[in-house]
């Protein structure tokens, strides 16, 4: 069994939530950072970037805490530097709900393929506003929504990374880099439970969820 690493960016600022520093947002009790930490117990270590002068939680068995960067992207490659697996997996801290399911759909792929990514099809019309009116409709079935978690092979992800920084590529997420390397990213079944704390209104959506959530929070 390939050893996994989980990393996991916790380092924005949370400027659409409005409530400081996203990952230290509490649903039913926790922060979205021990909900998601709760998730990945079973891993062989999870590493997680938090933002600069922030007092690091209390230190847990396979968990360990550095200071983010000034993007995304920098905080999961200052978190690959240090990381050991075989696999890694990253994970947005804005995800708090990790289904079971999709890890192991994503650990399956990834031994396969190398890179893997979950996603969803998209539940709504999809159009390209024009000028703030309504514009040209997309075909709703040849798009899809990307969630994390994320896996690859580590030295895929490294590799991506270091073209990242040669070529100057940012993206918003590493299947982006790892396919701009010319590797093939495997899509497997996400689940709409893992959707991103981004705007205030989600909190009330996570707290619902958190009341019938595996392990349990109200
Ligand atoms: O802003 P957005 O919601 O896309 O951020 C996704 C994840 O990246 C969040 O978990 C956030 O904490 C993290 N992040 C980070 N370092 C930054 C900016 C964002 O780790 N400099």
Redesign the pocket.
Known sequence: MASVSVLI????R?ARLGRGP??LVRVAGRTLLEWTLEAFVWADEVRV?LPPGLPAPQPAANVSFIE?????Q??VARLLKGAGGDVVLVH???RPFVARAVIERLLEAVTLYGAAVPVLPLPDTLIEPEEGRYGVALERSRYALVQTPQAFFREVLGEAHELARARGLTA?DEAQLVRALGYPVELVKGDPRMF?V?YPEDLALAEALAQTWPGGGG
């Open positions: 960016p916790a380092a924005g949370g996203k990952a970037a983010g960067g000034a993007e995304r920098d905080s947005d801290a804005a918003t991103k981004t």
